[in-house]
């Protein structure tokens, strides 16, 4: 077999990984800290059954219109998803760090209203009880960073990610375009 030489850029390259999800665990809890604002978004929260019967909750976005879990509106939640640094195991690592609704009011409170205020805060998130769905609560930490912060990046990638969502997709016109090409015998009569 003659060898393919080529110098095109591989196009099944894999990107770099997307910075991880970063959730409190029921009972759990864990200490970060923010890089800028977060993303927020409307999501549902939905029971799904597991192959050996039990019940998982899972988190979806809403997508208005489109959307399949609308009709229980009991499961919308509020959710936000901030840039931010974890360094439990020593070394710092870029993680989307995700809050809920208890856990967004505190940071506002915190910061006034002003997004600038977000970067570069420690919080420690923690569950208020053993459900793995509780209300997460925050702790602030006054400790300024021993190392350089790294600057704030795009949490969606890491969402389209987890939940299987190609933007691309949905950019799609839904309906095809107004103006349809002339076929050549009419272009011949106009
Ligand atoms: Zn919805």
Same mark, same amino acid.
């Given at each position: 077999?003659?060898?393919?030489?080529?110098?095109?850029?591989?196009?099944?390259?894999?990107?770099?990984?997307?910075?991880?999800?970063?959730?409190?665990?029921?009972?759990?809890?864990?200490?970060?800290?923010?890089?800028?604002?977060?993303?927020?978004?409307?999501?549902?929260? /939905?029971?799904?059954?597991?192959?050996?019967?039990?019940? /998982?909750?899972?988190?979806?976005?809403? =997508?208005?219109? *489109?959307?399949?879990?609308?009709?229980?509106?009991?499961?919308?939640?509020?959710?936000?998803?901030?840039?931010? /640094?974890?360094?439990?195991?020593?070394?710092?690592?870029?993680?989307?760090?995700? =809050? *809920?609704?208890?856990?967004?009011?505190?940071? %506002?409170?915190?910061?006034?209203?002003?997004?600038?205020?977000?970067?570069?805060?420690?919080?420690?998130?923690?569950?208020?009880?053993?459900?793995?769905?509780? #209300?997460? =609560?925050?702790?602030?930490?006054?400790?300024?960073?021993?190392?350089? =912060?790294?600057?704030?990046?795009?949490? #969606?990638?890491?969402?389209?990610?987890?939940?299987?969502?190609?933007?691309?997709? %949905?950019?799609?016109?839904?309906?095809?375009?107004?103006?349809?090409?002339?076929?050549?015998?009419?272009?011949?009569?106009?």
């Amino acid at each position: 077999m003659p060898i393919e030489w080529s110098d095109r850029p591989g196009q099944q390259r894999a990107r770099p990984p997307s910075p991880k999800l970063l959730r409190v665990r029921a009972a759990g809890r864990l200490g970060a800290r923010l890089l800028g604002p977060a993303q927020r978004v409307l999501t549902h929260y /939905v029971a799904e059954p597991l192959g050996d019967g039990k019940l /998982v909750g899972r988190t979806y976005p809403c =997508l208005g219109p *489109t959307c399949r879990h609308c009709p229980a509106p009991e499961t919308l939640r509020e959710k936000a998803y901030a840039p931010a /640094v974890w360094s439990s195991a020593g070394t710092p690592a870029l993680v989307v760090l995700e =809050l *809920t609704e208890a856990a967004l009011d505190a940071i %506002d409170d915190k910061t006034g209203g002003d997004p600038a205020a977000w970067r570069g805060l420690l919080v420690e998130l923690y569950r208020a009880s053993r459900a793995p769905n509780a #209300r997460v =609560l925050v702790r602030f930490h006054e400790r300024p960073p021993d190392y350089q =912060l790294p600057e704030p990046f795009d949490v #969606r990638p890491t969402l389209y990610h987890l939940w299987r969502y190609d933007p691309a997709a %949905d950019a799609a016109p839904a309906e095809p375009p107004k103006t349809l090409p002339i076929e050549p015998d009419k272009r011949k009569q106009a």
